[in-house]
């Protein structure tokens, strides 16, 4: 070998780290898009503001997932609210600017504006350069999809129980994507055949105002986890809090609770319980290491709560009680929130 050769040295594989960041329902009501009119002096919308706060520990993360509950009306139709839901294309705004990467769709209302809403959605995100799992505008885009996060290889995907008895935009089942075990497990093999390391899958289910697991997510989680091709399970819908834990090794976030939303806690029939203006963002590193093993840390939650009487801010519970220059209503709210939480989450949340 020559003098001035150098023999090639072998470079030993490192460990692959990425962070994320999921949070729960993005439920944008008419009041609420109606303050978002007035934050655009009624020349639009504007939802910006209302994420605000939260937007530092969104954007801190290398993976932010969202949850937009309910499709955008199409741009020649009018808006709607409860119980079949069209939305301001402009929350997608908002949601990129909040730094969002990705949003899970499949939800009970994801049929409510039939195709053209479907499609006005993910133009929507498309434009915003969110991307996203659990609508579709053709079979295709239903299938399972890889993406890269800090040079880890990660698939996402999203489900949702029902459709509100609403039949499938078009008659088109693979407009979204319902709750089927083998379906599932079927996507999850799928997305490991195109090269994913980490799996994650976000669950629309369980029942709305309450805080336990139904005996069906538990089930559910179980079947799904029993192969170990799920790393993370990501659940939405009660409308409030609810615990996570480990099944087979994964961890299963049943729910995130609203994280933006206006759900009437004033005498209806019945009313919401105040947990609807309780939600969290919960945040976990995930290693994948050289010999290819994956380990998604304890989570950790970070509890929210949407300030009504702010202009629907999503307001950071721990951080903004220690904010004397609040009025005293808002941090008698914010501790009443908290002690709700932790009555759920208290194990998963940092002092």
Known sequence: MPASTVAPTSVPSRDQQFTIAVSGDILPHSRLWRGAAENAANTGYDFRPMFELVKPTISSVDLAICHLETPIAPADEKLSTYPFFGVPAQIT??????????????????????????????????????????????????????????????????????????????????????????????????????????????????????WAPTGYQRRIADEITRDGDIDLIIGSHAHVLQPIEKINGTWVIYGLGNFLSDMPTTPKDPPWPASTQDGAIVTASVTVSQGGEIVVAQPVVTPTWVDKNAGWQIRLVQADLENQDLPVTTRTALYQSLRRTKKVLADFIAD
């Open 93 to 210: 705004d908002a949601i990129a600017d909040a730094g969002f990467d990705r949003c899970s769709l499949a939800s009970n209302h994801a049929m409510d504006r039939g195709v053209k809403g479907i499609d006005a959605t993910l133009a929507a995100l498309d434009r915003n350069g969110v991307s996203h799992a659990g609508m579709a505008r053709n079979p295709e885009e239903i299938e399972p999809k890889i993406f890269q996060v800090n040079g880890v290889q990660v698939a996402h995907l999203s489900y949702t129980f029902s459709y509100n008895g609403l039949p499938a935009a078009g008659g088109q089942a693979w407009r979204s994507a319902l709750i089927n075990p083998e379906r599932i497990i079927r996507d999850t093999r799928k997305a490991k055949t195109l090269g994913a390391q980490v799996v994650l899958v976000s669950m629309h289910w369980g029942n709305e105002r309450e």
